[in-house]
């Protein structure tokens, strides 16, 4: 090998462990600085995939409520099938299905899908989260009626952020709405009804209507 090629090569490797060198300290202690996310969870059986599957909790820390399964659910084949439960490994949760309208199974339609979490599309509620913990792994177990168990890893986030539309609706939701319904609803009809009622009726029929009926009886006799 010639001098000059000899140089080439040289030169070209040490492009080589720059590069790579610089990708370690990437992939070092401050990784974090990337901002890299991993995907959410899916997983594929037969007919059906599940996608984007996340375990969703309250969204301030120390908050306790029920937390919330969010997954999209397709349905590749010529037939429907229900989501029959939706379970998480190692726990003793209990997570509530729920579908979109009325009181029935929740169906995934064939050649289309099913969104669980957000406004207006069906739920899964988590009831008993109090172990779960933000930032951990958490087995998820969704059941169908053909394909049977499909299982994934998915991760556990807090209720905050692009996750805030999908999370729990129970708590904190029925604390603050509840305040705002009863001083909201009282005060605005109890008081304005009794006071322009009341008053304005009393005095102005009985004190108007007896003079003058008194009045006219004694003019009569």
Known sequence: MSRSLRRGALAATAVVFSIASLAACGAGNHAETL??????????????KVQNALVITQGEKGTKGPAAVSATVFNGGTE????????LAGGKAKVVLKAAEGSGKVTVPAGGSVVLGGQGNASAQVDGAEALVDGNVQTVVFQLSRTGAV???AFVVPAKGMYAGFGPTAAPGAPSGSPSATP??????????????????????????KPSGSASHAAGH
């Open 80 to 87: 429907p099938q229900t989501l029959d439960s939706v379970t």
């Open 151 to 153: 299982e994934l890893d």
């Open 184 to 209: 909201s609803g009282s005060p605005s009809g109890s008081p304005a009804g009794g006071a322009s009622g009341s008053p304005s009726g009393s005095p102005s029929g009985n004190a108007g209507a």
């Open 35 to 48: 901002q890299i996310k991993p995907d959410n969870a899916a997983a594929t059986k037969g007919d059906i």
